[in-house]
C-alpha cells in the first residue's frame, strides 16, 4: 500500500481538494486498497484548540460540482512523526515544499515532491487569495491524475 499525504499552508483549501480528488480517481481505477491518502496543513492557522477548522466552503462547493464530497475533514497539522507513516508528502507550491523539509527533516527529501511536477510544473495557486477554485480544481485534478497514473 503506498501511503500519501497532501499538503498546503492551512490544509482547507488545496490539499483536501487534492486528497479527495486523488481518492475518488483511485476508486474509479479500482486501486482504492493500494493506497492510504490524507491531506495536512505546514501551518496551525486554521487549528484552534486542537480542533482544526472544516474544508474552506468555496472549496467544498467546488468539489462538490464535480460530485466529490469531503465531510468530516478537518484542518490537521503535519508533524515529524508523519515521516514514519507516510511514503510521499505532496506539496502545492514551493512555500510548502520549505516548509516540509524544515518540518520532516532531510530524511525525508527524496520523498518531498509538488503535485504538478507530475504534470508540467508549476505551483497550484492559493484559491484563498485568487477565489479561483475552479482553476485549482483543474491543476489539482491534473496533478493527481499524473501522479496516480505514475503510481499504478
Not at 63 to 80: D, N, S, Y
Not at 132 to 152: H, M, P, T, V
Amino acid at each position: 500500500m503506498t501511503r500519501i499525504m497532501f499538503v498546503c499552508h492551512g490544509n482547507i483549501c488545496r490539499s483536501p481538494m487534492a486528497e479527495f480528488i486523488f481518492k475518488k480517481l483511485v476508486a474509479q481505477a479500482g486501486k482504492g486498497a493500494d493506497f492510504f491518502v490524507a491531506s495536512s496543513a505546514t501551518s496551525t492557522e486554521e487549528i484552534w484548540n486542537g480542533v482544526g477548522n472544516e474544508v474552506y466552503p468555496p472549496a467544498k462547493s467546488e468539489l462538490a460540482k464535480h460530485g466529490i464530497t469531503c465531510e468530516g475533514k478537518r484542518a490537521v497539522q503535519l508533524k515529524k512523526s508523519d515521516a514514519e507513516k507516510y511514503d510521499l508528502f505532496v506539496g502545492m507550491d514551493s512555500a510548502n515544499i520549505r516548509n516540509m523539509h524544515r518540518i520532516l527533516g532531510s530524511d525525508s527529501a527524496e520523498r518531498i515532491y509538488k503535485l504538478l511536477d507530475f504534470a508540467g510544473g508549476g505551483d497550484v495557486s492559493d484559491p484563498w487569495y485568487s477565489e479561483r477554485f475552479d482553476i485549482a480544481y483543474r491543476d489539482i485534478y491534473n496533478g493527481c491524475k499524473a501522479l496516480l497514473e505514475r503510481s499504478i
